[in-house]
């Protein structure tokens, strides 16, 4: 008796080691995960191992609901069966078990789903059992929170073994694996929390940069869409120049602030309908000096982007651009894919002062200026990229205008030139 009683110690403790590797595995793998849906799969993989049981299903929280995440289930698997849960959500309340984990924060260790406790707030429903000719018995839900207790998901485990490695009996989780599900699904808790956190940060910093840019109302008539799409083609030419993701991040962002510098230019060149004069072309310049010196001091990287961008992204190919008149590879990688990417996006726009060109006439214009203009390098990538851009460009339309200004006016040639003006127009 007390031999049998060592041993079945000792079987405790070899297990509670088992266990405790694997969690501290899986709390360092879940630590480098950057994506919630690999978190999730990473998840259930390792709620499977550690509750040795048949299935395993995660939901996360949405809201007042818990949205199915996915699932795996063993025995299912070997009969071919796939789970199809996608778009289903459950509502965060009583009636169902995940339900009342997800609203009472605490685990449920559930002998046998067919036989609830009587008074159970709720329910199960049986009808994907039915569908599926499978019998669920034990389940172990557990919440998953993030440090502050918020649940942002649920985990749902069913049929536990008696056995190891997902053989024997279908039998009531074991409150230690109940135990040691708690800790990790609060690890990933933590890791997911974390994610979320630093998506939201990436898109509030989207959201703050592109409402910055609208409300400096350069944007005569707001066409609209001319944001989005420069900083998307400038992150395609620039990521297929050789940049990582982590630069193209960058790019993201510094692309939209490529013209802030139009800010101090007055609105009577700013938003003249017909051709500049050479005068009013020199004050049209000083944007790319007056962009560069409002955002050369910061230290973010994206506003010394930015900077660069907004310095550079009128400079040509051949040293015929301005401010400076840098030539080739003196000019910043930057300044070259943006200013492909914003005459690109100006050509096939409408401004004030000209009608949209027709998709042709633009990839011709392209294709000339090339090693003139453009560095060809990028005008290669550009139309070696073609069907991209063009995806970028159905997918971020300009809106109809709203006020009688954005309607392009005939041009006052002055020297009596014809549309489309040449790219040398004003100089
Ligand atoms: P934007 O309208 O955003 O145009 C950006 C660049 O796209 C231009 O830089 C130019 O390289 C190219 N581009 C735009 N429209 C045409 C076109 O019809 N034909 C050709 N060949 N190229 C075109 P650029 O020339 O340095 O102009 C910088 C900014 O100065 C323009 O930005 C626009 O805001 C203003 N601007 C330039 N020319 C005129 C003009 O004739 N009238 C008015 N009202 N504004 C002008
Ligand atoms: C727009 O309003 O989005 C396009 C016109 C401009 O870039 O000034
Ligand atoms: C800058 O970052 O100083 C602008 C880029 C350049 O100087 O070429
Ligand atoms: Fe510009």
């Not at 990521?239 to 993201?252: P, Q």
């Not at 009577?268 to 000083?286: N, W």
């Not at 214009?365 to 069907?387: A, T």
């Amino acid at each position: 008796m007390a031999a049998k009683n060592k041993n079945l110690k000792n079987q405790d403790a070899e297990d509670s080691v088992d266990y405790l590797t694997l969690l501290v595995a899986s709390g360092l793998a879940l630590g480098e995960v950057a994506d919630t849906d690999e978190l999730l799969k990473m998840l259930a993989d390792t709620a499977m191992t550690m509750g040795n049981c048949e299935g395993c299903t995660v939901y996360e929280a949405d809201g007042d609901v818990l949205r199915f995440k996915l699932t795996l289930n063993r025995v299912l698997e070997a009969r071919g069966v796939k789970a199809s849960l996608k778009n289903y959500t459950l509502p965060i309340d009583l009636k169902t078990a995940a339900g009342f984990v997800a609203t009472s924060k605490k685990p449920l260790n559930i002998n046998d789903v067919y036989n609830l406790p009587a008074g159970s707030p709720f329910s199960f429903n049986p009808s994907i059992d039915v569908m599926n000719n499978y019998r669920s018995k034990s389940m172990l839900v557990i919440p998953m929170c993030d440090s502050k207790g918020t649940v942002l998901g649920v985990l749902q485990l069913i049929n536990h073994l008696s056995g190891e490695s997902f053989t024997g009996e279908v039998t009531p989780f074991p409150s230690r694996v109940e135990g040691y599900l708690k800790a990790l699904s609060s690890q990933c808790g933590v890791v997911l929390r974390n994610i979320k956190m630093a998506d939201e940060i990436k898109q509030s910093r989207i959201e703050t940069v592109k409402k910055f840019v609208k409300a400096s109302e350069y944007h005569d008539t707001d066409t609209g869409g001319h944001i989005e799409r420069m900083s998307r083609y400038s992150v395609l030419l620039y990521r297929e120049l050789g940049f990582d993701e982590a630069s193209c991040e960058v790019m993201r962002l510094a692309a939209m602030l490529h013209d802030v510098g139009k800010i101090s230019t007055p609105d009577a060149v700013l938003k003249k309908p017909g051709r500049l004069t050479p005068d009013e072309f020199e004050i049209m310049k000083l944007h790319t000096v007056k962009g560069y010196e409002v955002l050369r001091d910061a230290d973010s990287p994206f506003l010394q982007m930015g900077a660069t961008i907004a310095y550079t992204h009128h400079e040509k190919w051949d040293g015929s651009g301005y401010p400076r008149g840098l030539k080739g590879t003196d000019i910043p990688a930057e300044g070259r894919v943006v200013a492909l990417a914003d005459v690109f996006d100006a050509l096939c726009s409408r401004r004030v002062y000209k009608d949209a060109w027709p998709i042709d006439k633009v990839f011709d214009e392209i294709r000339n200026c090339s090693g003139s203009h453009f560095d060809p390098q990028i005008v290669e990538i550009f139309f070696d990229n073609l069907d991209e851009v063009l995806e970028i460009k159905t997918q971020f339309p300009a809106t109809q205008p709203t006020t009688e200004t954005s309607k392009p006016k005939p041009v006052e040639t002055a020297q009596g030139e014809e549309e489309p003006k040449e790219i040398k127009r004003a100089s």
